[in-house]
């Protein structure tokens, strides 16, 4: 098990920036793979994009591709999530994930082992 707290989230203007962090601690076996998923309000939750510790290749969502980008830093155990041009249909609670490897779809949400309590994004003009 691993604790994620995410931050970063806040109010924003439609075609603005955000970028989003989650600080991972505990077991890092356990948090080998990292994703990025999103809820916004009366809608089912959906992964946004997803990264491992080795091998530095990025998975994104075709509905962010070009506009989102997922990092990780190993030393500061973080990963990050840049999203540009954002939409206002993109608000909503904005959450990472943990999971040991990426065996299995990365929008399956049961592969995913430990979750933070989640960062608010508003996109409002």
């Known amino acids: 098990q691993v604790q994620l707290v995410e931050s970063g989230g806040g109010s924003v203007q439609p075609g603005g920036s955000l970028r989003l962090s989650c600080v991972i601690s505990g077991n890092s076996g356990s948090s080998n793979c990292m994703g990025w998923f999103r809820q916004a309000p009366g809608k089912e939750r959906e992964w946004v994009a997803g990264?491992?510790?080795?091998?530095?290749?990025?998975y994104n969502a075709d509905f962010v591709r070009g506009r989102f980008a997922i990092s990780r830093d190993n030393g500061q155990n973080s990963v990050y999530l840049q999203m540009n041009s954002l939409k206002v249909d993109e608000t909503g609670m904005y959450y990472c994930?943990?999971?040991?490897?990426?065996?299995?779809?990365?929008?399956?949400?049961?592969?995913?082992?430990?979750w933070g309590q989640g960062t608010q994004v508003t996109v409002s003009s």
């Open positions: 994930a943990a999971r040991r490897d990426r065996n299995g779809a990365w929008d399956d949400a049961r592969r995913y082992d430990s």
């Open positions: 990264i491992c510790r080795a091998g530095g290749s990025t």
